[in-house]
């Protein structure tokens, strides 16, 4: 039933020999923290290097980032209440040997960061004061922000800068990797839309560092360029995928009929701000002894709860009772958000519903980043390094990108001086042609991140996600089969190779939300409410040609 996902093995039909080519050391797929770490490391270490983003720069997880990076730089706090909070949060499915990494190291690569210029914001004017906020599930507060609310902006300009200063990174904007191309087993390259044109890129090495899938779902924070190509591209090559059945959905975001849901941050709940339902009820404390502050997934899961409750469309984020002046100052792209809404956030509280926010399973990588492909790594929201677990603690997300984009990038420098292949290489692929009828692509996208919101969201149950699968092995068979031609119009060839990524990652996600009977972290089934240690404390992994997963028990 879902051989059109299981079995394409490429998007399009090519002859690498007819193809404009280039060969790097090593390439880079996305432009966000950690692609933009990793081809720092790698161009460091002596490697020449090209980065490949989708659309500009500024569009990735990356620069929309609000609340902060968490790292333990005061001496009051400490590593292991760092780790710990990481894995309560990840409810038994943390890698330890990740979070350890990712906290220790973590700390070194933000202090490298104020190094480079990074302009995280001060108490005082001493630039050694930094200010530290709190996130939920966090017990100490070691969130730095930038500008109030603009740290991912922050974050990223800072590591552009690094990049264009080195001579050995070359940046491709508006490039879109179509697929991993590879040759007896090993990645050794990208098929890559360059200007119109399709390209063969060879690489010793290639790192994945496409960001998210927000996109698959309705309602979400991430910008448009989240669709999970690189999740999709790198089970197509035959690596394995880790934890798809996790998706993060955070709690807070703006709920304006007609607006796009953009992001509250967590951080304003640290600073104080309630939560109360259309009665004027604080209710969080209803749900979990940190009230507000409460991981993730226990809020949004709340506010689903009382929505329900109060037979209404949301909830409501109530700052009424903080210092306007001050908040305002702390925050001020959400100041800016609500002023163009007309909310007035000292006499009203603000309307808010979860959304989709974070791909917590991905492409499986070891603590080098390098994953079950060899030649092919992968880093940030594509990979799964098993830091997050079942929930990703606040905050944690931008840290782990610096980490193993750093440790990526210097491997695969490394490891691309031994490469031997002498490229190019004669390398042919062949779709055959589609004898279906067309599916109209818009029409198919907007259905899918409909159902997805609805039957794989913050409450799933068996039926519903089989329903699901369903609906998804239909669509495939339309989809799965065609060829886009760029020649014709680029845009409607990537937007049909993206709904192509969806599907596949749509069928992932759904396959593992019903191989997982139980409740843990961000995935909530209502059939099967409870955690279930004895069955259920392992990872799910998937790879090619199977439509079974893996399991794989945590020691
Ligand atoms: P991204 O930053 O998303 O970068 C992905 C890159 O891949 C982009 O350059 C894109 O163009 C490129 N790409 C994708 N597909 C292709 C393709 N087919 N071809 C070529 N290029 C491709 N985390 C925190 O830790 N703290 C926060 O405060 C925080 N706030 C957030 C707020 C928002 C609104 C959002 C959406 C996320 C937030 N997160 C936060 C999560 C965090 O921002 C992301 O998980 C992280 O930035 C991911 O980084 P990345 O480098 O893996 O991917
Ligand atoms: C936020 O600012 O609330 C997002 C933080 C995160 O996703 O880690």
Known sequence: MFEPLTQRRYLLSFKAARLPQQVADVIVIGGGVAGLRAAIASAEAGADVLVMTKDTLDESNTWYAQGGIAAVLQPLDSFEAHIRDTEVVGVGLCDEAAVKLVVEEGAARVIELLQWGANFDRQSGNAYDLAYGLEGGHSFARILHAYGDATGRELAQTLIGKAHSNDLIRISERTFAIDLITHEGNCVGVLAL?????????????????????????????????????????????????????????????????????????????????????????????????????????????????????????????????????????????????????????????????????????????????TSLPGLYAVGEASCSGLHGANRLASNSLLEGLVYGARAGTDAAAEARKVTTSFPLQLEHSVAPSSKTELDIADVRNSLRSVMWRNVGI??????????????????????????????????????????????????ITTAALSRTESRGAHFRTDFPDRDDKHWRLHLLWGRPTETPIPEPID
């Open 459 to 508: 409450e799933r149950d068996g039926e519903r996600l089989t329903e699901t699968r369903e609906i998804i092995a239909f669509w495939s068979r339309y989809v799965m089969d065609k060829t886009f031609n760029p020649k014709e119009i680029a845009a409607a060839a990537i937007a049909g190779w993206e709904l192509q990524n969806m599907l596949t990652a749509c069928y992932l």
């Open 194 to 370: 360059i200007g119109g044109q399709v390209q063969v890129i060879w690489a010793r090495r290639t790192i994945l560092a496409s960001g998210g899938a927000g996109q698959l779902y309705r309602e979400s924070t991430n910008p448009k360029i989240a669709t999970a190509d690189g999740h999709a591209m790198a089970y197509r090559a035959g690596a394995r995928v880790q934890d798809m059945e996790f998706v993060q959905f955070h709690p807070t975001t703006l709920y304006v009929a007609g607006a796009s849901r953009a992001l509250i941050t967590e951080a304003v709940r640290g600073e104080g701000a309630h939560l109360i339902d259309r009665n004027g009820d604080r209710f969080m404390n209803d749900y979990h002894p940190d009230g507000e502050l409460a991981p993730r997934d226990v809020v949004s899961r709340a506010i689903v709860e009382q929505i329900r409750k109060t037979f209404f469309t949301h909830v409501f984020l109530d700052v009424r009772h903080l210092d306007a002046g001050k908040f305002r100052a702390r925050f001020p792209q959400l100041a800016r958000l609500v002023d163009e809404f007309e909310i007035d956030m000292s006499t009203d509280p603000i309307p808010i519903h979860p959304a989709m926010h974070y791909m917590i399973g991905g492409v499986d990588a070891d603590e080098y980043g390098r």
